[in-house]
């Protein structure tokens, strides 16, 4: 076997903004970038290393994410792809649910996963093919211990696309947009202020970022337990959407509405 040619991408976080992650992944000379909301950071990275820009992957219209884009454009005859139904002048193939796309240069397939509810259309990519695990790579819309804000859905829609992500494999790994995670913590904490795996998941935060490293990845089977919108089963976090909403919650999209606006103004 040549393990030269089966050997999977690997993934690089570029920093941008304040807080955003664009995510590329590389292999030989190739790269590909998800949701470049800056060119800089995607240009100087590969003029550094030397490599082509094959592939620009989008999730979601925002300006954070997609921004980055036309620059790269000027530079690299790269295909765009992201959601059809979102504003991306961009985009040169619009992609639905349960679609695939294939990028051969970097030895990667990606089913589409349609996962609306931060915008209409936003999308996520979930990659099988990895030789450990799977790789998601889901913009904004499910955070390390938190979520993205309901703009463009609905709750129920948002609770549905976060239902299809935690359905992944557990060993999945979480390539969020953002690095959210320790703002997200604290509102967790509040949420379920006796979750021991949250606690424990706090100081490795911390220490995570006092290093001044990423926290993201994370994994589907982390967040299942200290992710309170993912847990609208739990019942402290049913206990605790029905003391800040005031009233019996009995279904699981009002609890997962009563976390998240509690988070809107938290
Ligand atoms: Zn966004
Ligand atoms: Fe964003």
Not at 85 to 91: K, N, R, S, V, Y
Not at 113 to 127: D, E, F, L, S, V
Not at 131 to 150: E, I, N, Q
Not at 231 to 245: F, G, L, N
Request: glycine fraction near 6%; proline fraction near 7%.
């Amino acid at each position: 076997m040549n393990m030269n040619t089966n050997t999977d991408y690997q993934i690089v976080p570029l920093s941008a903004f304040n807080d955003n992650y664009i995510w590329l992944l590389r292999r030989g000379d190739q790269a590909a970038v998800v949701d470049p909301g800056d060119a800089a950071p995607v240009l100087a990275y590969l003029e550094r290393e030397q490599l082509n820009l094959c592939a620009i992957l989008a999730t979601h219209h925002h300006g954070d994410h997609i921004g980055g884009i036309e620059d790269l454009l000027t530079r690299y005859a790269a295909p765009v792809f992201g959601p059809a139904g979102e504003p991306i002048a961009t985009l040169t193939r619009t992609l639905t649910d349960g679609e695939h796309i294939q990028l051969p240069q970097l030895g990667a397939d990606f089913e589409v996963m349609a996962i609306p509810g931060h915008t209409r259309a936003h999308i996520a990519y979930y990659g099988r093919n990895h030789s450990t695990c799977g790789v998601l790579f889901c913009g904004d819309t499910l955070f390390a211990s938190g979520c993205g804000r309901v703009f463009e859905g609905t709750p129920p829609q948002m609770r549905h696309s976060l239902a299809r992500l935690a359905a992944l494999p557990g060993a999945t790994r979480v390539y969020c947009a953002h690095e959210y995670t320790q703002a997200n913590i604290r509102f967790a904490l509040a949420v379920e202020p006796e979750n021991i795996q949250l606690h424990d998941r706090a100081k490795e935060v911390a220490d995570l970022r006092a290093a001044n490293h990423p926290t993201v990845p994370t994994t589907i089977s982390a967040e299942l337990l200290v992710n309170p919108f993912l847990r609208w089963d739990a019942p402290a976090v049913i206990a605790a959407a029905q003391r800040i909403s005031g009233k019996p919650l009995t279904q699981p999209d009002e609890v997962f509405a009563a976390i998240r606006e509690w988070k809107n103004r938290y």
